[in-house]
């Protein structure tokens, strides 16, 4: 099995704010919330790169390992150990990541008790779609968090097996396929995430234009969360 995936750029980076009308204060406080939530998943984003190198590396390995027979068994273990190396490595990438979410989610939802200060019906009602959309993109966020914890833990289950000279054909090959069926999972959960990212940034530029808050993008389109997957072969 091999995983290649780019993680998420979600974030719509702001500038500059050049002016803010229609009751500015609520409006620029929220803001604030807003833009500070893009900064503490800072993190978030700098987890993607490393932990797509791991992925690859430990691709390398499984090929090295597959491709050796039994009379190499000493090397398959050695091969199998660094493999869970990476795995660990993954997992803690991915536990930085969750800590940055996070803390951004703690920044966020201190912008709802001020959606009820607005005063105009449009900007307010904007405000309470995008908060929802928000708070949909962190708990999709949960769940793609938890399928990718639980391939890392089955992985880490194949190459401890992999170890071991006496595990069976049958054995590997039932492991390997429920390794296959998380990765769907994951797959499917990214989707998802990529779905509420994508449906929030559009939400929050409505939001700005509602309330008459004139931003300069540094990005205006967000690079989604890419996966592609090759299943590991018995």
């Known amino acids: 099995m ?3 995936k780019t993680m998420i750029m979600f974030s719509l980076s702001v500038i500059a704010v050049l002016s803010a009308c229609n009751g500015a204060s609520t409006e620029e406080k929220i803001y604030d919330h807003l833009e500070e939530a893009v900064t503490l998943e800072a993190a978030f984003e700098e987890q993607q790169k490393p932990i797509v190198d791991l992925e690859k590396k430990e691709q390398e390995l499984y090929a090295q390992i597959i491709d050796l027979g039994m009379d190499d068994f000493d090397k398959i ?6 493999a869970i190396e990476t795995i660990e490595k993954r997992s803690d990438k991915i536990g930085k990541e969750k800590e940055s979410i996070e803390a951004s989610k703690d920044e966020f939802v201190k912008m709802e008790d001020l959606v009820d200060k607005l005063e105009d019906k ?5 405000a309470k779609e995008m908060y929802d959309a928000m708070m949909k993109r962190y708990k999709a966020y949960d769940s793609l968090n938890k399928a ?27 492991h390997i396929s429920k390794i296959n069926d998380s990765y769907q999972n994951v797959l499917e959960a990214n989707k998802k995430f990529n779905t509420c990212t994508t449906t929030y940034n559009a939400l929050k530029k409505e939001f700005y234009q509602a309330a008459e808050i004139e931003v300069e993008y540094d990005n205006d389109t967000s690079a989604d969360k890419k996966d592609t997957k090759d299943d590991k072969k018995d």
């Open 148 to 174: 990718y914890r639980n391939s890392l833990k089955l992985e880490k289950e194949l190459y401890t097996m992999l170890q071991k000279e006496d595990v069976e054909q049958e054995t590997l090959t039932d």
């Open 77 to 82: 273990k050695d091969l199998s150990q660094q």
């Open 122 to 126: 449009k900007v307010k009602d904007k």
């Open 2 to 4: 091999s995983l290649k």
